[in-house]
């Protein structure tokens, strides 16, 4: 079975520090990954997604991600995070090309001045 | 060019009441998945359908939750007599054809159970 373990459930950082908020997957087969922004009270919107290709994935908002096969990680990084990124971020992978996304419990990113 | 629509945003029922919560996917989406969010949790997958079908169900409670897509009008969740339990947010996403590359997330409907 498919899991996704976001390490660290809290992250505070200052403005303009550097963050990375990390992930971990199990699964025996290839799988798709994706980031997740959600605001206060609102839904989630899409950060990045690393279907094939480059291991490195560039996403909105100056948000990136490495794929790392062999450690069966998927690490969200910015240089210098913003008071405007303090946010649920979530990691997700999704089995092949169709079917529901597998979510991690989410960590909460916390900037402050 | 409207993204996925849910209502209402906000619902109370009381315990024993019936819960419908209705989802309007992208205009061309035909996918439609439902997920639910706990306090503190990710989001775990409900249920996914196309129109008229139910194509997995396999994360649905087996007693009191249904769900479908008609041919026409919104996808509706139903959840009867809720319980404490059943309060969380319920977020859907719809897709154009089931794959990875156009999965968009409403804005989620908050279900309290009083």
């Known amino acids: 079975a498919q899991s996704v373990t976001q390490l660290d459930s809290q992250v505070p950082v200052f403005e303009e520090a550097p963050v990375e908020l990390r992930c971990n997957y199990s699964?025996?087969?290839?799988?798709?990954l994706f980031w997740y922004v959600q605001y206060p009270n609102q839904g989630l919107q899409l950060l990045l997604k690393?279907?094939?290709?480059?291991?490195l994935v560039k996403g909105i908002n100056g948000f990136e991600a490495e794929f790392n096969k062999s450690q069966t990680s998927f690490h969200l990084r910015k240089p210098s995070v913003h008071i405007s990124d303090t946010a649920e971020y979530f990691c997700?992978?999704?089995?092949?090309?169709?079917?529901?996304?597998?979510f991690g419990k989410g960590t909460k990113l916390s900037v402050k001045p | 060019n409207a993204g996925v629509m849910q209502n209402p945003r906000h619902l109370v029922r009381r315990r024993g009441q019936e819960a419908r919560l209705r989802c309007s996917p992208m205009?061309?989406?035909?996918?439609v998945y439902w997920y639910r969010q706990l306090p503190e949790e990710g989001l775990k997958f409900m249920v996914y359908?196309?129109?008229?079908?139910?194509?997995?169900e396999s994360g649905m409670p087996k007693e009191r939750f249904s769900a479908e897509f008609p041919k026409e009008g919104p996808s509706i969740l139903r959840i009867q007599q809720v319980v404490r339990g059943d309060s969380a947010a319920y977020f859907c996403?719809?897709?154009?054809?089931?794959?990875?590359?156009?999965?968009?997330f409403g804005s989620g409907t908050r279900l309290t159970v009083v």
């Open positions: 996403a719809s897709s154009p054809d089931g794959t990875n590359y156009g999965y968009t």
């Open positions: 699964s025996s087969v290839s799988v798709y």
């Open positions: 690393y279907l094939s290709g480059s291991t």
């Open positions: 997700a992978v999704m089995r092949g090309s169709q079917g529901n996304l597998i």
């Open positions: 205009k061309g989406h035909s996918h």
């Open positions: 359908l196309q129109k008229e079908n139910i194509i997995d």
